[in-house]
């Protein structure tokens, strides 16, 4: 069984930071494309980030140069850190994976399109 569990969410102030971990269970993720969206409600899922199989990282335009996505093998666990945090930033925020590894810019376009993901922790920028 796959789980997905995130932690680390919480409220900040705008410019502060944040790091979400995502623990993974029941997949070889090291094989899998690793990814983190969020979400507002009554708005569509936004990609964020996704590291994939080889360690190659992409980042939406909204994020990039302040959120940077990282995973640690041993421990089977995927981090977001997340810099410079503006009140849009506020969102929960999704872990989620895929094995379908060459789809990396597909699937940061289309997060709902990930096979699995977690149950989310939400980040409020103020």
């Known amino acids: 069984q796959v789980q997905l569990v995130e932690s680390g969410g919480g409220s900040v102030q705008a410019g502060g930071s944040l790091r979400l971990s995502c623990a993974v269970s029941g997949l070889t993720y090291s094989s899998y494309c690793m990814g983190w969206f969020r979400q507002v409600p009554g708005k569509e899922r936004e990609g964020a980030a996704i590291v994939d199989s080889d360690g190659r990282t992409i980042y939406t335009e909204s994020v990039k140069g302040r959120f940077t996505i990282s995973k640690d093998n041993a421990k089977n666990t995927v981090y977001l850190e997340m810099n410079s945090l503006k009140p849009e930033d506020t969102a929960m925020y999704y872990c989620?994976?895929?094995?379908?590894?060459?789809?990396?810019?597909?699937?940061?376009?289309?997060?709902?399109?990930?096979?699995?993901r977690g149950q989310g922790t939400q980040v409020t920028v103020s």
């Open positions: 989620a994976a895929d094995s379908r590894r060459a789809m990396a810019w597909w699937l940061l376009r289309n997060p709902i399109q990930f096979t699995w």
